[in-house]
């Protein structure tokens, strides 16, 4: 068929000079501007920003870093100064906490329980991170009848009451451990925190990873069907190289909020254990410790449980709502 001397479906184009004219400012206007490229973390940081609830959590956090990590430098005392004198103070301009019914000051003795029931958090944070990641991605990746015995396993260890284990532990444990540090065998510096809180390590080394490996199996079983990972057998690599360069990096986001969450779980841990009595030794502090202790005179002297409590409370729930916030900055699906 032909029209106007031309075929209907012609593959010519015609090109003319205003073809080839500069463009106005309007169509310049119109022209769709790509976004710039960006990162994965670039990413989850500007969704964590627009969270305002998370932003205020962390720099909470920061504040409460500074108030144990800094704070004590700054005080005029130490945590076990005894100021005759000033025994049973409540809250002054040189006290600002108060003091206890030894005469130390109440104020520096928060910050160092601070800082100590951050230190076992965050220790037996990473504790769980360690073991339960390395478990949760061998479990995935061979999957068959080991991942169903190690299952197994992992289901048998959540059944154990890890509360009752941690008692029983510290209660087994106290005298063989209180003798290795008379005998100076300890590590230098654990000796302090006592036995109670060595069998809290002891306990989330051997029961408290099991949630972290599941997690982990979870992502596992998922991304090693991914094509990269088939072209990574291809090249050679091994199980252990698979685990270390493809599959746990592409669990980041998971480990990195599972082990946030992890932090208050293991605060509050410690400080139900100090309150119990079995936690750091004295004269050193935790908060949980102090909350103990505010219990002889709470009726008298209540700023010595109010100060503590206060302190608790703000860092598990700081902790909770920027690993909620995290969690959502992570999920790819959030956006």
């Known amino acids: 068929m032909i029209l106007n001397n031309k075929k209907l479906f012609s593959t010519q184009i015609e090109v003319t000079a205003d073809d080839f004219a500069p463009a106005s400012n309007r169509e310049k206007n119109e022209l769709v501007t790509m976004g710039e490229n960006t990162s994965f973390w670039k990413d989850a940081w500007r969704r964590l920003k627009q969270n305002k609830i998370a932003m ?4 909470i956090i920061i504040l409460i870093l500074l108030f144990a990590i800094v704070g004590p430098y700054l005080s005029p ?35 160092i329980g601070a800082r100590i029931s951050l230190l076992i958090g965050i220790g037996a944070a990473l504790l769980v991170l360690v073991i339960g990641s390395i478990y949760g991605a061998i479990s995935g990746l061979l999957g068959g009848t080991a991942d169903a015995v190690m299952m197994r396993i992992v289901e048998v260890i959540y ?12 209660i087994v444990l106290n005298d063989p451990l209180t003798a290795a540090f008379d005998s100076g065998k300890a590590l ?24 972290m490996a599941r997690i982990v199996r979870g992502q596992v079983l998922q991304l090693k069907e991914m094509e990269y990972v088939n072209a990574a057998r291809a090249l050679g690599s091994n199980n252990a190289r698979l685990i270390k360069k493809h599959l746990l990096p592409n ?13 208050p779980s293991a605060i509050f ?4 254990l100090s309150f119990l009595g079995i936690g750091v030794n004295k004269p050193l502090a935790s908060l949980g410790s ?7 005179g709470i009726s008298s002297y209540p700023y010595r ?25 992570l999920d790819p699906k959030m956006k």
């Open 251 to 263: 669990c980041v986001g998971q480990l990195v909020v599972t082990t946030m969450l992890q932090i």
């Open 188 to 211: 230098g510096g654990l000796q302090v925190l006592g036995p109670g809180i060595i069998a809290m390590f002891i306990v989330y080394a051997l029961l408290y990873w099991v949630g």
């Open 305 to 329: 449980l109010l100060f503590p409590a206060i302190t608790i409370s703000i860092i598990i729930l700081a902790f909770n709502l920027f690993g909620d916030g995290l969690r959502d900055a």
């Open 290 to 296: 102090l909350a103990s202790d505010a219990l002889n």
């Open 269 to 272: 841990t410690e400080a139900y």
């Open 77 to 111: 005392y130490s945590y076990s100064q005894q100021i005759r004198g000033d025994e049973n103070l409540t809250p002054c301009f040189k006290h600002p906490f108060g003091t206890d019914n030894l005469g130390r000051d109440l104020l520096v003795r928060t910050m």
């Open 159 to 170: 059944s154990l009451p890890d509360m009752l284990v941690i008692i029983l532990l510290s």
């Open 56 to 59: 205020v959590s962390l720099v």
